[in-house]
């Protein structure tokens, strides 16, 4: 996970989840998604929004061996606790 803070925009970089339990998650902490659930790229929420894309990338020391990595950058007030409650959801893995 890697993470930078900017201001009021945290970004965030995670690799292990895959897209729909990611939406859910925001779901669950209050978010409405941006367009279609199972296309969104974004949610809001009161005082935050988030909005994610994903890549490609190389798993270090393999040759062929390939993770989907989502970059999340959360804008609003209290990021530090909206961060802090996803990635509680997030390292739970799902389970």
Same mark, same amino acid.
Not at 32 to 58: F, Y
Not at 71 to 78: H, S, V, W
């Given at each position: 996970? $890697?993470?930078?803070?900017?201001? %009021? =925009?945290?970004?965030?970089? /995670?690799? &292990?989840?895959? !897209?729909? $339990?990611?939406?859910?998650?925001? %779901? =669950?902490?209050?978010?409405? /998604?941006? &367009?279609?659930? !199972?296309?969104?790229?974004?949610?809001?929420?009161?005082?935050?929004?988030?909005?994610?894309?994903?890549?490609?990338?190389?798993?270090?020391?393999?040759?062929?061996?390939?993770?989907?990595?989502?970059?999340?950058?959360?804008?609003?007030?209290?990021?530090?606790?909206?961060?802090?409650?996803?990635?509680?959801?997030?390292?739970?893995?799902?389970?």
């Amino acid at each position: 996970m $890697l993470v930078s803070e900017d201001g %009021e =925009e945290v970004k965030l970089s /995670l690799r &292990g989840l895959p !897209e729909w $339990l990611i939406r859910a998650y925001f %779901e =669950e902490m209050g978010a409405t /998604l941006d &367009g279609d659930a !199972e296309m969104a790229t974004g949610a809001t929420a009161d005082g935050w929004s988030v909005s994610w894309m994903h890549q490609r990338v190389k798993i270090a020391g393999s040759r062929d061996l390939e993770l989907t990595q989502f970059d999340l950058i959360f804008a609003g007030d209290e990021l530090q606790q909206v961060t802090d409650d996803f990635m509680k959801k997030a390292q739970r893995g799902g389970g």
